[in-house]
């Protein structure tokens, strides 16, 4: 939460300690946040010294958790550390930097005190360096200075004492409230198209479709067997050929050749067309045939070939 801190200082004085040992003194102020509310509760504050360029003076800063009461706060800088009193009357500005719960830095000046009465506590004052303490604590409750102005010191009727020339620039204040959304805006071109993506998983299988019309019958085709089995002299030939047609309109599809006496090494079986006309399964026509051939016979006795042809009308 940011915060804005309204600081009264006192002066500087060593409070129960000798010059030599070095300073401490009391800082009392009261502390609003942002909306101007007074703080109630612990806060943590962090102090030190720095000189007119911005330099710190203290090799550690000092952090105290200081109780907040209706905004007035009132802790004692220098009881753990004590302050080096060579920073103090030598005519060179001294300012205190405080910060809040970690916000942004605050510079106040310090005005040099020659001497101060050695005090520890006081629960009641009448008044302070002539100041009424009624006026005192009508300052408690006054508004900080302005904006671009620091607080110098009090003046006679216990006033802050507001001034603009002589100091150096202070840190940047607190950040103010988030401003209302803007408008949305124009719709921005058109993209570039992008790569096409992957395949995707094969889909689901249709259902099965209507069953198609009966198609036309086949043709009816008759088959015909034809084998013969010629016998051969002894004293013929040992080599010769034997054929078997197939009735007229009548293709020869499968011929086969067969034999008792001769190896079958030796036969040999071949189409034999007839009428011109060709068939994928035979070169030969209607009224063709088979065709068994025998090559030197083996053996002394007759001969015989088998010679077998399966006929077909397409």
């Not at 030598?90 to 005005?111: K, R, T």
């Not at 067997?225 to 010629?230: D, G, L």
């Amino acid at each position: 939460m940011a915060m804005r801190l309204l600081l009264v200082c006192f002066g500087l004085s060593t409070i129960a300690a000798p010059a030599q040992a070095g300073a401490r003194f009391m800082l009392q102020g009261e502390l609003r946040d942002q909306d101007g509310v007074p703080v109630d509760g612990n806060v943590q504050m962090t102090f030190n010294l720095k000189d007119s360029a911005n330099k710190a003076l203290l090799s550690e800063s000092q952090v105290k958790i200081v109780r907040v009461d209706a905004g007035a706060f009132s802790v004692i800088i220098g009881d753990t550390q004590p302050l080096p009193s060579a920073f103090f009357g030598n005519g060179d500005p001294v300012h205190l930097a405080v910060q809040i719960d970690g916000s942004s830095e605050v510079l106040f000046p310090l005005a040099d005190v020659a001497h101060a009465m050695i005090a520890e506590r006081s629960e009641q004052a009448a008044s302070l360096g002539n100041v009424p303490a009624t006026t005192l604590s009508a300052f408690f409750g006054a508004p900080p200075c302005a904006i671009g102005e620091y607080h110098a010191g009090l003046l006679a009727n216990g006033a802050p004492m507001c001034v603009t020339a002589g100091g150096t620039m202070g840190p940047q204040g607190f950040s103010g409230p988030n401003g209302d959304q803007g408008s949305v805006g124009a719709t921005g071109s058109t993209g570039a198209t992008g790569s096409t993506g992957a395949t995707g998983a094969t889909g689901a299988s249709g259902s099965q479709g209507n069953q198609g019309a009966v198609g036309p019958n086949a043709p009816t085709i008759a088959y015909r067997w034809v084998s013969v089995i010629h016998t051969q002299p002894s004293t013929q030939p040992r080599s010769w050929g034997w054929s078997v047609n197939c009735p007229s309109g009548f293709y020869p599809i499968l011929g086969y050749c067969d034999s008792t006496t001769c190896m079958l090494s030796r036969l040999t079986g071949t189409f034999r067309s007839a009428g011109g006309m060709t068939r994928p399964q035979s070169t030969a026509g209607p009224g063709g045939g088979y065709t068994c051939s025998v090559n030197n016979c083996d053996g002394t006795g007759n001969m015989d070939i088998k010679t077998s042809v399966l006929c077909a009308d397409w």
